[in-house]
């Protein structure tokens, strides 16, 4: 982390000529004395770096130095050109800045390394999205990641149940989760989530956002997404599965719960495996474990065994009679 913010406070001041202590520790979100301290370590490092004292002091750089990222390591620079996800950052806006960026690093390295991180993308391909769905249409994601950035304020109209319901919120970031698009953001005093793809209309304010001092975005993403996780309702059923069904009983209910079954020692007369599974949203679980046809067995509860002959029953009445005529 701090050799991160090093290279940080180098480009900044690269790119912005003297600062004070006071404004680089607002751009690096750390404490003057921090600033401080990584200027003696630059300095120390070879850096020709230097703070002036006084109402017209700063931090500055030597007139005419620029650095260059040959510091890189081989591994250091696959891992910057394995990062890039051209679809999610052209979503963003950000197409063309992220190609731009990654052509001047390029430039930056030296042959070896340049060399190396060109085969690296022409050889991986990093696919956020899942199988079998379509993309989300997001056209308001850009205008939203441009009021993250700046702080502003927005106002949205969002589609749920019931209709649509305006909003004046603060975002405070944006989140890509297997393939769809979230807006974390401020309103009403608490902090909320709101699916990107069923905003139907933004407007950006020149009010600035209210952000929580203590707010860090990839925190608050690990303890919603843990907390909905556990409180998501499950029910526990008790299953019969052929030996080859594992694979089709993951696609159905998730590797999750498939990793934590518990296996029942029995001995099946057709040499099938005996489960005890926890399955989330129980109104759902009969229709999704009836999609496995024949290969799997619900033995237990009663209710959901129950309303899985009901829908096998309703299906087959249905195939049992000839098909309305087409028109």
Same mark, same amino acid.
């Given at each position: 982390?701090?050799?991160?913010?090093?290279?940080?406070?180098?480009?900044?001041?690269?790119?912005?000529?003297?600062?004070?202590?006071?404004?680089?520790?607002?751009?690096?979100?750390?404490?003057?004395?921090?600033?401080?301290?990584?200027?003696?370590?630059?300095?120390?490092?070879?850096?020709?770096?230097?703070?002036?004292?006084?109402?017209?002091?700063?931090?500055?750089?030597?007139?005419?130095?620029?650095?260059?990222?040959?510091?890189?390591?081989?591994?250091?620079?696959?891992? =910057?050109?394995?990062?890039?996800?051209?679809?999610?950052?052209?979503? =963003?806006?950000?197409?063309?800045?992220?190609?731009?960026?990654?052509?001047?690093?390029?430039?930056?390295?030296?042959?070896?390394?340049?060399?190396?991180?060109?085969?690296?993308?022409?050889?991986?391909?990093?696919? !956020?999205?899942?199988?079998?769905?379509?993309?989300?249409?997001?056209?308001?994601?850009?205008?939203?990641?441009?009021?993250?950035?700046?702080?502003?304020?927005?106002?949205?109209?969002?589609?749920?149940?019931?209709?649509?319901?305006?909003?004046?919120?603060?975002?405070?970031?944006?989140?890509?989760?297997?393939?769809?698009?979230?807006?974390?953001?401020?309103?009403?005093?608490?902090?909320?989530?709101?699916?990107?793809?069923?905003?139907?209309?933004?407007?950006?304010?020149?009010?600035?956002?209210?952000?929580?001092?203590?707010?860090?975005?990839?925190?608050?993403?690990?303890?919603?997404?843990?907390?909905?996780?556990?409180?998501?309702?499950?029910?526990?059923?008790?299953?019969?599965?052929?030996?080859?069904?594992?694979?089709?009983?993951?696609?159905?209910?998730?590797?999750?719960?498939?990793?934590?079954?518990?296996?029942?020692?029995?001995?099946?007369?057709?040499?099938?495996?005996?489960?005890?599974?926890?399955?989330?949203?129980?109104?759902?679980?009969?229709?999704?474990?009836?999609?496995?046809?024949?290969?799997?067995?619900?033995?237990?509860?009663?209710a959901v065994r129950e309303r899985m002959?009901? =829908?096998?029953?309703?299906?087959?009445?249905?195939?049992?009679? !000839?098909?309305?005529?087409?028109?």
């Open positions: 982390m701090r050799a991160s913010r090093l290279v940080q406070l180098l480009l900044l001041l690269q790119a912005r000529g003297k600062m004070t202590a006071g404004m680089l520790a607002r751009e690096l979100e750390v404490s003057e004395r921090t600033v401080h301290r990584d200027v003696d370590a630059l300095s120390a490092a070879g850096v020709p770096i230097y703070a002036e004292r006084g109402p017209h002091g700063g931090i500055q750089l030597v007139d005419g130095y620029r650095t260059r990222l040959t510091g890189l390591t081989a591994e250091e620079a696959e891992a =910057l050109f394995l990062s890039g996800l051209p679809g999610p950052a052209a979503e =963003l806006g950000l197409g063309t800045v992220v190609a731009a960026a990654r052509l001047k690093v390029l430039a930056a390295l030296p042959a070896e390394l340049r060399a190396r991180a060109s085969r690296l993308v022409e050889r991986f391909h990093l696919d !956020a999205s899942g199988w079998f769905h379509d993309a989300d249409r997001v056209p308001h994601l850009a205008p939203l990641a441009d009021a993250v950035w700046e702080g502003r304020r927005v106002e949205v109209r969002y589609r749920r149940d019931g209709g649509e319901v305006e909003r004046t919120i603060d975002p405070l970031g944006i989140v890509l989760k297997a393939g769809v698009w979230y807006l974390v953001a401020g309103v009403d005093g608490s902090i909320r989530t709101y699916r990107v793809a069923r905003i139907s209309a933004v407007r950006v304010t020149d009010q600035p956002a209210a952000r929580p001092s203590d707010f860090e975005l990839s925190a608050h993403w690990a303890a919603s997404t843990e907390a909905y996780e556990r409180e998501t309702p499950r029910i526990t059923v008790t299953l019969r599965i052929a030996p080859d069904a594992t694979g089709l009983l993951s696609d159905l209910v998730g590797t999750r719960a498939v990793g934590a079954a518990e296996v029942i020692e029995t001995d099946d007369p057709d040499g099938w495996h005996h489960v005890r599974l926890a399955v989330d949203w129980p109104d759902e679980a009969p229709g999704r474990l009836l999609a496995a046809g024949d290969r799997i067995e619900v033995l237990d509860p009663p002959r009901e =829908l096998a029953e309703s299906a087959l009445r249905r195939y049992a009679r !000839a098909p309305a005529p087409h028109r």
